[in-house]
């Protein structure tokens, strides 16, 4: 079993640039949440995805935005980079109406 | 709403002291509980959980016990080592909040040899 699985693990971008990260969730598992976490802080709710739509969303901007396909991985989109989203990127994986998930190794994104 | 509570770090202690980290938590329903250790450039692993009031998670040396008594899950091991060494984070998980991880802003452990 791969576990949850997270592309790129680090990247570097320009401020109003653009990205995506990608999301592969443990097998078996159909639900897949966003989380960011900055330097020194705990992780930060961005969204939940079940079913290939958002079915939560923490108090993040519309820059920020998902997608989940068929088989279940998930990208984060998001537009507009500011320098205050350079953060480890984290995603996981569970069963819908289970409390227990699992996590990626994250993505680092610096936003420059 | 729901939320958590943990002892704010650093913590730092000798190698094979006792550990203690405190956590509570506020919420509406009836949460599982949680403890998650992030190793240094690392993701968030789960360490141990309980689910319902007087289970005690326990991996790796590592205990707690939900009390909900005391709306508390302190997270104890005898005799901590080097490699313990990372940060701990408390959360809790409900249908209250649709299943979302509500975390605490997590706790340092720096183990000296």
């Known amino acids: 079993d791969a576990g949850v699985t997270q592309s790129p693990t680090h990247l570097i971008k320009t401020r109003g640039q653009q990205v995506t990260l990608r999301c592969s969730p443990k097998?078996?598992?159909?639900?897949v949440s966003w989380y960011q976490q900055a330097l020194g802080q705990g992780p930060q709710f961005i969204f939940q995805y079940y079913e290939e739509e958002e079915r939560q969303r923490g108090n993040f901007p519309d820059r920020f935005s998902g997608h989940q396909f068929p088989n279940y991985s998930s990208e984060l989109n998001v537009n507009a980079l500011l320098l205050g989203d350079s953060a480890l990127y984290l995603c996981a994986s569970s069963l819908p109406r289970v409390t227990e998930a699992f996590f990626g190794q994250g993505t680092r994104l610096t936003v420059v | 709403g729901n939320s958590v509570t943990q002892m704010e770090g650093p913590v730092t202690l000798s190698e094979e002291a006792f550990l203690t980290i405190n956590c509570t938590y506020t919420a509406t329903g009836y949460p599982s509980l949680f403890w998650y250790v992030q190793y240094p450039g690392e993701g968030l692993q789960l360490l141990l959980k309980a689910t319902k009031a007087d289970d005690k998670g326990s991996n790796k040396g590592f205990e707690a016990t939900y009390r909900k008594e005391t709306t508390s899950f302190h997270l104890e091991k005898g005799s901590v080592q080097v490699s313990d060494s990372a940060v701990y984070f408390c959360?809790?998980?409900?249908?209250?909040?649709?299943?979302?991880?509500?975390w605490g802003a997590g706790t340092k452990l720096i183990i000296k040899p």
């Open positions: 097998s078996g598992h159909d639900t």
């Open positions: 959360a809790l998980s409900d249908e209250d909040s649709n299943y979302q991880l509500i």
